[in-house]
């Protein structure tokens, strides 16, 4: 089982040392802005590195939104970042599963993910696979429930899509982490990735605030039963610095051994 952490992008595969880490996960550029990413000095290192990395995109993609200004910069942005991504050696590039207006428009933010894929396989797919993430937030949210997770892999499904679970955000969005991959893998058929977070915030609270393993409100063996039973690699994206983070990694392999 390979585990690792949310780190700082300016040297990440020192960071993945500090840590102990066999994955790290990174920013290509600012979370919030809208730049495209630049070509890495380090980027042979990365390829070469037994670390596997894994990039996440701006958190201001959205191309399920209805507004034409941030749909289809958030549809170029995805791709300049998946490009991006390839250039690392990334295994994913995680995205948000991104909002719309109003209740009413969710069947047009679900048709507006499809025509992004569709759009994508039409020029030879992403150059780095795509792995949609639950959100925590949002009554118009097309990941965060799983009855509207469901019909947005009614549209996507026929594509290549990946799914990263993030069990702050399943927890504060308002889903049980007790059969959480049961349920999930219905929906998807996979989970590729894990983000080990616990939350701040209490079930269904809508709040994103990750914490440490053995601070939040979630069972710290919830989670690490979340883990085992979906198989795949995780990380954490918890606060402490190397500190906080390797106690975390530390909890998670004890537990996993």
């Given at each position: 089982?390979?585990?690792g952490a949310?780190?700082?992008?300016?040297e990440?595969?020192?960071?993945?040392?500090?840590?102990?880490?066999?994955?790290?996960q990174?920013?290509?550029?600012?979370p919030?802005?809208?730049?495209d990413?630049?070509?890495?000095?380090?980027?042979?290192a990365?390829?070469?590195?037994?670390?596997?990395?894994?990039?996440?995109?701006?958190?201001?993609?959205?191309?399920?939104?209805?507004?034409?200004?941030i749909?289809i910069?958030?549809?170029?942005?995805l791709?300049?970042?998946?490009?991006?991504?390839a250039?690392?050696?990334?295994?994913g590039?995680?995205v948000?599963?991104?909002?719309?207006e109003?209740a009413?428009g969710?069947?047009?933010?679900?048709?507006?993910w499809?025509?992004?894929?569709?759009?994508?396989?039409?020029?030879?797919g992403?150059?780095?696979?795509v792995?949609?993430?639950?959100?925590?937030?949002?009554?118009?949210?097309?990941?965060?429930?799983?009855?509207a997770?469901?019909?947005?892999?009614?549209?996507?499904?026929?594509y290549?899509?990946?799914f990263?679970?993030?069990?702050c955000?399943?927890?504060?969005?308002?889903?049980?982490?007790?059969?959480?991959?049961?349920r999930v893998?219905?929906i998807?058929?996979?989970?590729?990735?894990?983000?080990a977070?616990?939350?701040?915030?209490?079930?269904?609270?809508?709040?994103?605030?990750?914490?440490?393993?053995?601070?939040?409100?979630?069972?710290?063996?919830?989670?690490?039963a979340?883990?085992?039973?979906?198989?795949?690699?995780?990380l954490?994206?918890?606060?402490?610095?190397?500190?906080?983070?390797?106690?975390?990694?530390?909890?998670?392999?004890?537990?996993?051994?």
């Amino acid at each position: 089982m390979r585990i690792g952490a949310h780190v700082d992008p300016a040297e990440p595969l020192a960071e993945a040392a500090a840590r102990g880490a066999d994955l790290v996960q990174f920013f290509l550029t600012d979370p919030q802005g809208w730049a495209d990413p630049k070509d890495r000095p380090d980027a042979e290192a990365l390829i070469a590195s037994d670390v596997d990395v894994y990039i996440h995109a701006p958190y201001r993609i959205n191309v399920a939104s209805s507004n034409n200004r941030i749909r289809i910069p958030s549809r170029k942005l995805l791709f300049r970042h998946a490009s991006g991504a390839a250039k690392v050696g990334a295994k994913g590039l995680i995205v948000h599963g991104g909002h719309v207006e109003s209740a009413d428009g969710l069947e047009a933010g679900f048709d507006n993910w499809r025509k992004t894929f569709k759009f994508a396989a039409d020029e030879g797919g992403f150059a780095t696979p795509v792995l949609i993430e639950n959100t925590a937030g949002g009554d118009n949210a097309c990941a965060r429930r799983f009855d509207a997770l469901a019909r947005l892999w009614d549209a996507v499904g026929e594509y290549e899509v990946g799914f990263c679970l993030d069990t702050c955000h399943a927890h504060a969005g308002g889903e049980d982490l007790l059969d959480i991959v049961e349920r999930v893998k219905a929906i998807t058929g996979r989970i590729d990735l894990i983000h080990a977070n616990n939350s701040r915030d209490g079930f269904d609270s809508g709040r994103d605030r990750h914490d440490n393993l053995t601070a939040g409100e979630i069972d710290p063996e919830l989670i690490v039963a979340v883990i085992r039973a979906a198989g795949a690699p995780a990380l954490v994206e918890t606060p402490g610095g190397a500190d906080g983070q390797t106690a975390d990694i530390t909890y998670l392999r004890e537990r996993l051994a």
